[in-house]
């Protein structure tokens, strides 16, 4: 499964940006389900995620490992994850585009799953990555306008994931786009 999606443009400039998304307690705190992010070595954490989709919940185990940097312009997140749901492996590209005085991030991601999970069908997961990401993407907003950005929970994540799909589902059934 093949995503990109684009963040708003950020009010901040790029050097900003990017230290935020190379601290890992803001990077935990801001992934929605992530339940922990410890370092194992230089640019390598382990983490714990907690996630569901549709009828299929449960908690994955694995690493995530920051590749390729170029500071400030972009890095590769390389990561793998094993849970009673299944298995997902893959790797996401960001991108601090300039534009004016802000910053847009554009995320590129390819990933694989496996398991029970996976019978939760493509459609459906490439609108949870698009809605994590915007979710995200929200977070960091937040974080960089000072605002106390709150643990991003499993439960309420799910909850907007939900009536995200659906608000797409009637957009498209009624011919308003809905899309990306």
């Not at 705190?29 to 549709?54: F, I, N, S, W």
């Not at 996401?92 to 590129?108: C, D, M, Q, S």
């Amino acid at each position: 499964m093949k995503v990109e999606v684009s963040s708003q443009l950020l009010a901040w400039p790029r050097e900003r940006i990017w230290q935020l998304l190379l601290d890992p307690s803001v990077l935990a705190r801001l992934l929605p389900g992530v339940e922990k992010l410890e370092a194992t070595a230089p640019d390598q954490y382990a983490v714990v995620v907690k996630m569901g989709v549709g009828a299929v919940r449960g908690t994955y185990t694995g690493k995530v490992q920051f590749t390729d940097q170029r500071p400030p312009e972009s890095y590769r997140l390389v990561g793998e994850a094993k849970g009673g749901p299944g298995w997902a492996k893959g790797s996401a590209t960001l991108t601090l585009v300039p534009e004016g005085a802000g910053t847009r991030i554009v995320a590129k991601g390819d990933a694989q799953i496996g398991g029970p999970v996976a019978s939760v069908g493509q459609r459906m997961m490439e609108g949870v990555a698009r809605s994590m990401a915007n979710e995200f993407f929200q977070s960091i907003e937040r974080e960089l306008r000072g605002e106390a950005a709150e643990k991003v929970s499993a439960s309420g994540f799910g909850v907007r994931v939900l009536l995200d799909l659906i608000r797409r589902f009637f957009a498209r059934l009624f011919g308003r786009g809905g899309g990306a």
